[in-house]
């Protein structure tokens, strides 16, 4: 267990919905990442944050946006789904090991959109 | 062409066997090299990571990183059942986003 929860586990929605995706990072961690699984495009980074501000952004939809609170949970809004958008969605939280930073992964939401 | 690259595999080997995983990339400015394991529906679980060129081992797993020839392997002894899984290699630049750039990932198959 890497200590970051995510909820829902799975989530099953239709075409043009919206939905949002939770993530808690691990105890004391400042900094959440979002990153999409799936089969065609492996394992992207689309965005970070850190306590609260938004540090980099990746290859993240137009129609996707975070924030994260001053709890330090984040959210991920995924809206006008497409079918396209079904996918693995991992949150993950990084902490300063031995020098280096190192992030530890969520279990994931597994987004299906029909 | 993607920044890194990673044999998709299946790689079935025998209980028992060394197992070499590998990835290439080309981004010189990859400082960062890490390692990561993900069994079946579940999130990655970090295995290694090594800093700059050079080796990192620990316990049956040892981490290579050829930064002159852009190519970084993992190594897996006495290969085990358990060890069955998908192995991402993971790197990232020296700034201050932290933001990883995986490979496609290598599926793995220990047979007992």
């Known amino acids: 267990d890497s200590g970051v929860t995510q909820t829902p586990k799975h989530l099953i929605t239709a075409t043009g919905q919206r939905v949002t995706l939770r993530c808690s990072p691990r105890s004391g961690d400042l900094s959440v990442y979002w990153y999409q699984q799936s089969l065609d495009q492996g394992l992207q980074f689309l965005i970070q944050?850190?306590?609260?501000?938004?540090?980099a952004k990746g290859n993240i939809l137009e129609r996707f946006s975070a924030q994260q609170f001053p709890d330090l949970h984040s959210e991920l809004n995924l809206s006008s789904l497409e079918l396209g958008d079904s996918a693995l969605y991992f949150c993950?939280?990084?902490?300063?090991?031995?020098?280096?930073?190192?992030?530890?992964f969520g279990p994931g939401t597994r987004l299906l959109v029909l | 062409q993607k920044e890194v690259e990673q044999d998709p595999g299946p790689l079935s080997v025998p209980e028992g066997a060394i197992v070499s995983l590998n990835c290439t990339y080309s981004?010189?400015?990859?400082?960062?090299f890490m390692w990561y394991r993900q069994y079946s529906r579940k999130g990655p679980e970090l295995l290694m990571y090594?800093?700059?060129?050079g080796n990192k081992e620990d316990g049956r797993f040892t981490a290579q990183v050829d930064k002159s020839s852009k190519y970084i392997s993992l190594f897996i002894r006495d290969s085990q059942p358990s060890d069955s899984a998908t192995y991402l290699c993971a790197m990232r630049e020296m700034d201050s986003s932290y933001k990883l750039i995986f490979g496609s990932g290598t599926r793995l198959l220990v047979r007992p």
């Open positions: 981004n010189s400015a990859f400082q960062y």
């Open positions: 993950a939280s990084s902490t300063r090991t031995s020098g280096v930073e190192t992030q530890y």
């Open positions: 090594t800093y700059s060129s």
């Open positions: 944050y850190y306590n609260g501000e938004e540090r």
